[in-house]
Structure formats: structure tokens, C-alpha cells
């Protein structure tokens, strides 16, 4: 079962995968909507993932809707991979617990291909996400224990 700590995961001591929860709007500049939580610090603690990750999003299917799941990507200067766990299509949405039920499945398929010994994962679908806690945990909370899932106080 998953982990559960209060804190702010970017500055804990880093994990084997540094996941963070997103969506797929993609700006007319090309770069992935980071604005908020989790994804908006990860874009200010790594300038340019945004451009980087809005390519690959683009890249990876044509249309809107963009499913992916999870992505993992290596990031210059940085000693670990970072996962983008998506909760949403669009960013001005609620979070979809369909959503985060499709990212926790390809998360475990990571583990199980990677395996990776600790994995951070911000707590999906809360805060802008606007999901409650109680909705989320049930998905969640089947993450296995390398899986460390954080809130802020």
C-alpha cells in the first residue's frame, strides 16, 4: 500500500521517479499548461519542461483529447527521471477520477518494467483538481509501498 506524507516533495531527499500530477492543454506557444500545484513548481524549479513537455504531449496523439497516462522523461542536470501523472484533459477542468484510475494503471506498468525503489507522486486530483480526498484514495491507496504520495500542510 502507498505511502502518505505531509510536505513539499521537491524538497524532500530525491526519489528514484519524481512524479507530478498534469493535464493536456497544450498553449499556442507549444508549451504544456503548468499553472498550478505540483505542475506549476515543477515548471519554475525546471525552466523550459513546459516546451519540452508540450512537444511530446503534441507528439503523442494529434487531436484533443490527449490521453497519455503517464510520461517519463529524463531532464537535463537533474539524477532522476520525472513522471507527469495526468488528471485531466483540459486544464480548467476538474480532475477525472476515470482519469487518475488510467495514470495509476500505467504508473504500476512503470514499476513493474522499471522498477524503480521510490517513487514520489504529489496527492492526484485534490487541491485544483477539486476531487476529495475520499474519492481519490481508494485508487490510489493500491500504489505499492515504494510509491510515496504527498500533500502540502
Not at 485531466?88 to 518494467?113: C, E, G, N, P
Request: glycine share 8%; aromatic share 10%; net charge positive.
Amino acid at each position: 500500500m502507498a505511502q502518505f506524507k505531509i510536505g513539499n516533495m521537491f524538497d524532500a531527499p530525491p526519489p528514484d521517479l519524481l512524479c507530478f500530477t498534469a493535464n493536456a492543454t497544450i498553449k499556442a506557444n507549444g508549451a504544456l499548461v503548468m499553472g498550478k500545484g505540483a505542475a506549476e513548481e515543477a515548471r519554475d524549479r525546471f525552466p523550459g519542461i513546459d516546451l519540452k513537455l508540450g512537444e511530446i504531449i503534441k507528439n503523442y496523439q494529434i487531436s484533443p483529447p490527449r490521453k497519455y497516462g503517464l510520461l517519463v522523461i529524463l531532464w537535463p542536470g537533474l539524477s532522476v527521471p520525472i513522471g507527469i501523472f495526468q488528471v485531466k484533459y483540459h486544464w480548467k477542468d476538474i480532475a477525472r477520477l476515470d482519469l487518475i484510475r488510467y495514470s495509476t494503471v500505467q504508473l504500476f506498468k512503470h514499476i513493474i518494467y522499471s522498477s524503480p525503489q521510490s517513487i514520489y507522486l504529489n496527492f492526484p486530483g485534490i487541491g485544483n483538481g477539486q476531487l476529495a480526498e475520499a474519492d481519490v484514495l481508494p485508487i490510489i491507496s493500491l500504489l505499492p509501498d515504494n510509491v510515496t504520495i504527498w500533500r502540502l500542510p
